[in-house]
């Protein structure tokens, strides 16, 4: 009896199977529903997968798939070798998102992906080869970052570079309610400086794929001017918070959504 009884399971799985595969290729054939892709965010220094919580509520929501990819801030290069293993891991269509080093990061990992059919950058370096995350901030006036910086020396002679707690409310996340800014100062996570100096190099995804673009019209750390000048650079779809902090993905989870969500409707 229990044989009888595995087979006539198998054979439910089985019809079940068939019955999903012929009902999608029936919506196929007939132009029916999409599955909707998978979001995938990447977090920049200072900051973790949390921050994106709100972001996460609000697409899930509305039935995207989404990932937090957690960044490991330690090399442009290696971490984007990192995301890249994660991504290949995902099928169906991506958007990816960066924030930040974030975008350093998205902009290596995608090369190549034909999964990949949108890059969503919130005030975030898009870089091309031989540009750093430090030559970019530097290249318009405007950033306080370094003035807030305390380096912790590594075993491996690298330093890992923290926001000071005290300051790190005004110069990350201005607009965020003080309460949540302060436990962000003790939850960030430390890049190296390394990092931050590393150049990008070969090919970056947004030379070949849509991107769009948040700008944060007050951050201290990536200056609105660099900000729009890389987002121009590569033809991004613009959006703009006017007084948006470096955190505008926090303090405006809404707006951060609605153009993530814009990039998957327009290419997915």
Request: aromatic residues 6%; neutral net charge.
């Amino acid at each position: 009896m229990r044989k009888v009884k595995s087979i006539g399971i198998a054979a439910a799985v089985l019809a079940a199977t068939t019955l999903v595969i012929t009902a999608g290729q029936a919506a196929e054939a007939t132009g029916g529903h999409r599955a909707k892709p998978t979001v995938v965010l990447v977090h920049g220094a200072f900051a973790d997968s949390s921050g994106w919580n709100d972001v996460v509520r609000r697409l899930q929501h509305d039935g995207y798939p989404t990932v937090s990819a957690s960044n490991p801030l330690r090399g442009v290069e290696s971490d984007a070798a990192q995301v890249k293993a994660l991504l290949d891991s995902i099928q169906g269509p991506i958007v990816l998102v960066g924030h930040s080093y974030g975008g350093m990061v998205a902009s290596r990992a995608a090369v190549g992906d034909p999964d990949v059919k949108a890059l969503v950058y919130i005030a975030a370096f898009v870089p091309q080869a031989g540009e750093s995350a430090a030559d970019l901030s530097g290249q318009f006036p405007g950033s306080t970052l370094s003035e807030t910086l305390r380096p912790v020396p590594l075993p491996d002679g690298n330093v890992d570079l923290y926001v000071d707690r005290a300051l790190f409310p005004q110069q990350f996340a201005a607009d965020v309610p003080a309460s949540q800014a302060a436990l962000m100062a003790v939850a960030q996570r430390p890049v190296t400086a390394a990092a931050l100096n590393e150049d990008a190099t070969g090919p970056q995804a947004w030379q070949t794929i849509p991107s769009y673009y948040l700008v944060a019209g007050a951050d201290r750390n990536i200056p609105p001017a660099a900000q729009n000048f890389m987002a121009g650079r590569a033809h991004s779809v613009v959006r703009a918070v006017k007084g948006g902090s470096h955190a505008v993905f926090v303090s405006q989870p809404a707006i951060t959504t609605s153009l993530i969500e814009k990039a998957a409707r327009e290419h997915s």
